[in-house]
Each structure stands twice: as C-alpha cells, then as structure tokens.
C-alpha cells in the first residue's frame, strides 16, 4: 500500500444526487491532489492543496468543490454531476508541491453517474 | 501546445520477453519525465524520474532512457513476468514560473502472457 486511502472505493449516483470522496494520507505529507482518469484518456490534474491551501484550480467545473480541513485530509465534495463525469477519481499526495517530489496515489473512486 | 504521446497503445507479450515503450513529448521548458506502472484498480505507482541532465535510470527490470534533444523517452523491460502487466503512465512536467506543470500521456496497456 501506498500510505494514501480513499473511499468509498466504488460509486454510483444519480445527477441530482450529494456525495463526498474522501482521502487520507499517513505520509506526513504537505500537498495533496486530485486527479480525474477517464476511459482512453490521459489523467487530468482538478486541484492542489499545499499546506491546506488550494494553490491550483485547473478550470474545474463548480459542481466539483474540495475542502482540505488538515494536510492529512481531502475532500471532494459531488453535486449535480453529469453522466460525463463518471470517471476514476484519484488522490495523491507529495513531500511538499512541486512535481519534483514525488507523488504517491490513492487507489482510486470508481465513480458512475447515472 | 504541451502533449505528451506514447506508443503503442497496447501490447502484449509473452512472460520472459523483453519489450520497449516508447514516449515524445513536446513541453517545454521540461523539467522532469517520469514513468509510472498503473496496476488495475490501483492508482499509479511511480518507476523512475529523470531530470534533463540524465539519460538513463533503472529500477530493477526497468530500465528508463530519455534523449532531450529529441524529446524522446523509452521505458524498456527485461524478462516480463506476470505481474508486469499493467499500464504504463509517462509524465511530463513542465515548469512554469513557481509553478510545475504534469502533462500525462494516455498510458500504454502491457498485457503479459504465460
């Protein structure tokens, strides 16, 4: 294992539907991420916490909101989803940002819009 | 624009056989390129980094080169078992001011048979 968790491990919601991924790091580490992984597509950066701080938004929509209460802990907060959204959701964390340290990943949500 | 492409898409070997894959990217200003091995259901695992100055790094069977001038990666594995089987992630990380950058490449599938 990695040192980071995630759950629920697997996912399915309706459009109208509220739900939170959650992600624990035993690292120590400073900066955490999320990352979205679709079918045939290469992994997209959402967001980065450095020090608890939201240090990266990378165009995400608003329907997707993070919440990092501590450096150990990170939340992806779901509302509203569109069934393109169903995708791999990953969490990982670093030393510090930067990606010159590296990152250790989650195992991952399976998220299914439906 | 930054992209990073791998080849090929999918492969499949048998146990015991060697096999190459290849990656180019395009970011500039490169800082560093890695390889990641992505286990089904798991999240990315990290194989090797290299910076600019390096052209070659192993980890074990893995064996990583990378040419800057013709931003060209390879990821060679010697004696695939298994376990290998697995997609493989090339990352590159372009820096930008304060800012680090990953772009993904969309992974090549190794599929290894006994």
């Known amino acids: 294992e990695t040192g980071v968790t995630q759950t629920p491990r697997h996912l399915v919601m309706g459009m109208t539907n509220k739900k939170s991924l959650k992600c624990e790091q035993h690292?120590?580490?400073?900066?955490m991420y999320w990352y979205k992984q679709s079918a045939k597509k290469p992994l997209e950066l959402m967001f980065v916490?450095?020090?608890?701080?939201?240090?990266e938004n990378n165009s995400v929509p608003s329907r997707f909101s993070p919440e990092c209460p501590n450096s150990s802990h990170l939340f992806l907060h779901l509302h509203t989803l569109q069934p393109e959204d169903s995708a791999l959701y990953l969490c990982a964390s670093s030393q510090e940002q930067g990606y010159s340290y590296e990152q250790y990943f989650g195992p991952g949500t399976r998220l299914t819009v439906t | 624009k930054n992209q990073v492409e791998q080849s090929p898409q999918s492969l499949i070997i048998l146990e015991g056989k060697n096999c190459t894959l290849q990656c180019n990217y395009t970011v500039s200003p490169f800082s560093n390129l890695r390889w990641y091995k992505q286990d089904t259901g798991r999240g990315p695992v990290s194989l090797t980094i290299?910076?600019?100055?390096?052209n070659t790094k192993s980890n074990g069977r893995y064996t990583a080169t990378l040419d800057a001038d013709t931003k060209q990666s390879s990821l060679h594995i010697t004696a695939s078992q298994l376990s290998d089987s697995a997609s493989y992630i090339c990352v590159v990380t372009l820096r930008s001011g304060g800012s680090y950058i990953p772009t993904f490449g969309r992974g090549t599938s190794l599929i290894v048979h006994p």
């Open positions: 916490y450095n020090f608890k701080e939201q240090t």
């Open positions: 290299m910076t600019f100055s390096e």
């Open positions: 690292l120590g580490h400073n900066a």
